[in-house]
T-cell receptor
């Protein structure tokens, strides 16, 4: 079945530093979804990318979808304490309605 | 709108016991799914449903049953609980498919002794 990996698994940064997490799928994706989960909370949808090479921005967050639609990245500029949490990518499998989540990157901020 | 509601929030079971985790949504969503979350393993799909009367297996379906008799409800049944099923369980829903944003419930924290 489809596998979605994320690196790194953990990232500790000083407040104000940038942060990037990378997502790689074993198969071509129709779209890529990104979610954020705060400690003790549930995943919350951030954004969806559909087109090859697509780039979307949400304030300090920049999302990219690779040209081959098999990889994606999330970049946060000048991290703040509110960015703490685990970031997941997720991709639907083709041919069925399964949604596969990546392993997640847990971001902690050192004030 | 309450969104996706999961009950109970916490549960402790003994090995061999059975129980049902409840999930209900009031958004008229057709697509519903169940995930389990274990440390370091992300979210793994257990079962999903594309509409009332239709269910299918996800990545880790063994030991779990589901049914979808109404659009609103998608209960997850553990037939004979095992310690390996200790996890946090999340229910999610979307308008029609896995290709749309998923709305998650608050989760059920389940411990099997």
């Amino acid at each position: 079945g489809q596998q979605v990996m994320q690196i790194p698994q953990y990232q500790h940064v000083q407040e104000g530093e940038d942060f990037t997490t990378y997502c790689n799928s074993s198969t071509t994706l129709s779209n890529i979804q990104w979610y954020k989960q705060r400690p003790g909370g549930h995943p919350v949808f951030l954004i969806q990318l559909v087109k090859s090479g697509e780039v979307k921005k949400q304030k300090r967050l920049t999302f990219q979808f690779g040209e081959a639609k098999k990889n994606s990245s999330l970049h946060i500029t000048a991290t703040q304490t509110t960015d703490v949490g685990t970031y997941f990518c997720a991709g639907p499998e083709s041919g069925n309605e399964k949604l596969t989540f990546g392993t997640g990157t847990r971001l902690t901020i050192i004030p | 709108n309450a969104g996706v509601t999961q009950t109970p929030k916490f549960q402790v079971l003994k090995t061999g016991q059975s129980m049902t985790l409840q999930c209900a949504q009031d958004m008229n969503h057709e697509y519903m799914s169940w995930y389990r979350q274990d440390p370091g393993m992300g979210l793994r799909l257990i079962h999903y449903s594309v509409g009332a009367g239709i269910t299918d297996q996800g990545e880790v379906p063994n030991g779990y049953n589901v049914s979808r008799s109404t659009t609103e409800d998608f209960p997850l049944r553990l037939l004979s609980a095992a310690p390996s099923q200790t996890s946090v369980y999340f229910c999610a829903s979307s308008l029609t498919s896995s290709r749309q944003p998923q709305h998650f419930g608050d989760g059920t924290r389940l411990s099997i002794l």
